[in-house]
């Protein structure tokens, strides 16, 4: 079975960046589209961004202009460039087929973002 490791998470000020990646056990190249989501304490899992199969993405407009999705299907690895981060990213980030998949949610990576 497939596996998604999350890693690249930390704490860091306002403004800062992190570069989240997802590690997929499998080959990648096949799979339509690729997702990252968050969930902050009390609140429901959202949806991040996602990426397609031929490069398309879409995101939450709570993150437009200041994170990038991309993947890499050679290295079967999805990334989240998070840049201009502030106090209300903070969250567990996960990634996950998109739409998601229930048996495919790993542990995720914590991102804090504070001064």
């Known amino acids: 079975q497939v596996q998604l490791v999350e890693s690249g998470g930390g704490s860091v000020q306002p403004g800062g960046s992190l570069r989240l990646s997802c590690a997929v056990s499998g080959s990648i190249f096949w799979i339509v589209a690729m997702g990252w989501y968050r969930q902050a304490p009390g609140k429901e899992r959202e949806l991040v961004a996602a990426?397609?199969?031929?490069?398309?993405?879409t995101y939450a407009d709570s993150v437009k202009g200041r994170f990038t999705i991309s993947r890499d299907n050679a290295e079967n690895t999805v990334f989240l460039q998070m840049d201009s981060l502030q106090p209300e990213d903070t969250a567990v980030y996960y990634c996950?087929?998109?739409?998601?998949?229930?048996?495919?949610w790993g542990q995720g990576t914590q991102v804090t973002v504070s001064s």
């Open positions: 990426v397609y199969i031929g490069g398309r993405t």
């Open positions: 996950n087929w998109y739409p998601p998949r229930d048996n495919y």
